[in-house]
């Protein structure tokens, strides 16, 4: 039988109600719309709401295709990799460790943005279904291309793995090998389920590693789960999380990753089959073995679920909102408005901007007649001074 990988997730076996709340919204034509009517702007206001980073960026007009629509949408804001803070949607701010950022220059092509699925995924609504749209689009298509975007945004390498099945074992134990043979041929791998996302996809992954410290010796990131009593392992402690994985390429990490791959013969973790199957499967064979065999201080980086797990409707799960990567073993459902999300706070902004710098165009001021029946008669000049507001419309909140 095979396996979704988005199912992964604890939470998401846990409760395996995945609901299809397709959230109809045509954001797909305003880009296609927007592909053709973009005016490309290299300043930004200062009074923009968009999150500024001024820079300098050529985007040639003529050239529409979908990767320049990419460009001209984030490449103007994308956050420095070195910057001291970031402040959320919500306005709160996020500092980086004191001392020298260890990322001051973007990673690039070492970086490995890694999809692995073992399904063809070509049915109605999936991602290698080449009538995909975004009306009945499947929640782990949303997924898996956001991924895609969030490394085209930055320039990192994306690869979509279509991976054999174990015989013997449950299906997203292969994310385990596959991730091995990533760690070969990139310096970093950022693995995730197809229901994980970056909410933030103009914040490169490079911050979040000054952020979260990786260092040269870390081996792997992961999110602690929810303190629920079924994600704590054997030894009372809470498991981590494998749906979202960092992995920086060394030879100790190809260690435990083999050593991870082969847990459930035995041969060095007496008690390790029965992950073959049973739930938490290779998550459970992580947290039960793996993670006290690689202790040392650097090893693993164990990442806060407020700010790498969960999402905003799980918040009252242990407070895992998902600051900056978002988990939907909550509901399944949100991906499709996530991945919305993460156009449209973009898109938004630099819409309205247009909007109101051709203000002259489009905005007619009629405020100085006044209105009789069906007549506009103008004001005169000492009407005007003295013009009184009319009954006007309440903002009711809309
Ligand atoms: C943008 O380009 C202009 C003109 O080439 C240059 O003077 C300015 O310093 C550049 N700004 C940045 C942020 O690179
Ligand atoms: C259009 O832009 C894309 C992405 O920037 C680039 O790869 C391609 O070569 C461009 N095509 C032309 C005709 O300029
Ligand atoms: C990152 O972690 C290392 C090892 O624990 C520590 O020595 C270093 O000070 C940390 N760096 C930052 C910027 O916090």
Redesign the pocket.
């Known amino acids: 039988m095979q396996q979704s990988f988005a199912s992964l997730g604890p939470q998401g076996r846990w409760r395996r109600v995945v609901i299809m709340a397709a959230v109809p919204i045509s954001f797909i034509i305003l880009i296609l719309a927007f592909g053709s009517s973009y005016v490309p702007e290299s300043k930004f206001g200062a009074s923009s709401q968009y999150p500024v980073q001024s820079s300098n960026v050529s985007i040639d007009d003529t050239n529409m295709s979908m990767a320049t629509v990419i460009k001209a949408l984030y490449t103007p804001i994308l956050h420095p990799v070195d910057a001291p803070t970031f402040t959320d949607e919500d306005g709160d701010t996020y500092h980086?460790?004191?001392?020298?950022?260890r990322f001051k220059q973007k990673l690039g092509k070492k970086v490995l943005i890694l999809d692995i699925d073992s399904r063809p995924l070509t049915g109605e609504g999936q991602l290698m279904n080449k009538d995909l749209k975004w009306k009945g689009m499947r929640a782990l298509s949303a997924g898996m291309l956001s991924h895609y975007m969030f490394a085209m945004i930055h320039g990192y390498d994306y690869k979509f793995i279509r991976a054999p099945d174990y015989e013997d074992r449950w299906g997203t134990w292969v994310k385990v090998p596959m991730m091995k043979e990533a760690l070969k041929t990139h310096d970093y791998i950022v693995f995730m389920d197809s229901d994980v996302m970056f909410h933030y996809p103009h914040l490169p992954l490079e911050w979040l590693l000054n952020y979260w410290?990786m260092?040269k010796d870390t081996l792997a990131m992961m999110s602690i789960d929810p303190d629920e009593p079924q994600n704590y392992d054997a030894k009372g402690n809470r498991y981590l999380n494998t749906g979202f994985v960092i992995a920086q390429k060394s030879q100790r990490t190809q260690e435990m990753y083999k050593a991870w791959a082969e847990c459930p013969t035995e041969n060095k973790y007496k008690g390790c089959s029965r992950w073959k199957l049973d739930w938490a499967h290779e998550q459970a064979a992580f947290g039960n073995y793996l993670r006290y065999d690689y202790d040392r201080?650097?090893d693993i980086k164990v990442l806060p679920c407020v700010e790498a797990n969960g999402a905003p409707e799980a918040e009252h799960r242990g407070g895992c909102k998902g600051i900056f990567v978002r988990h939907y073993w909550i509901n399944k459902g949100l991906l499709a408005k996530s991945m919305a999300d993460s156009v449209m706070q973009y898109f938004v902004p630099r819409l309205h901007q247009l909007y109101l710098q051709s203000a002259n165009e489009h905005i007619e001021n009629m405020k100085d007649y006044r209105i009789s029946n069906a007549e506009l008669i103008p004001l005169t000049e000492e009407e005007k001074a003295t013009a009184k507001k009319g009954k006007n419309q309440k903002d009711e909140g809309w």
Request: aromatic share 0%.
């Open positions: 980086l460790p004191a001392g020298e950022p410290n260092t201080p650097e």
